[in-house]
């Protein structure tokens, strides 16, 4: 299973972009999937994350301003990112816990290669 980000890149504060990651490989289910974010000197935090069937909770730093969904059919997700602000600028990493066929019982954790996402100010 591999996760593909893409859609990074440079905009100006109070600008928008839109982060995709697909899920490929053998899948048989995803449950939940997320955006991280790693700062510099600090851990790596969550942005947003989305069940499966939907519920999405976000960090009250991006709140309001972005917007994750995802599409089951095509192991897809996406997050909107509205009103950027200079310290949003970070790589961004998708997250996916999936089960690769129905005998598991638990899902295996994916990270994505991470996309760069740079606000200028």
């Known amino acids: 299973v591999q996760l593909q980000a893409s859609g990074g890149g440079l905009v100006q504060a109070g600008g928008s972009l839109r982060l995709s990651c697909g899920a490929s490989?053998?899948?048989?289910?995803?449950?939940?999937m997320g955006w991280y974010r790693q700062p510099p000197g600090k851990q790596r935090e969550l942005v947003a994350a989305?069940?499966?069937?939907?519920?999405?909770n976000y960090a009250s730093s991006v709140k309001g301003r972005f917007t994750i969904s995802r599409d089951n059919a095509k192991n897809t997700v996406y997050l909107e990112m509205n009103r950027l602000k200079p310290e949003d600028t970070d790589v961004y990493y998708c997250?996916?816990?999936?089960?690769?066929?129905?005998?598991?019982?638990?899902?295996?954790?994916?990270w994505g290669q991470g996309t760069l996402v740079t606000v200028s100010s």
């Open positions: 989305i069940t499966s069937d939907g519920s999405a």
């Open positions: 490989g053998t899948i048989f289910k995803i449950n939940d």
């Open positions: 997250n996916a816990n999936i089960f690769v066929s129905p005998s598991e019982y638990t899902p295996f954790n994916y």
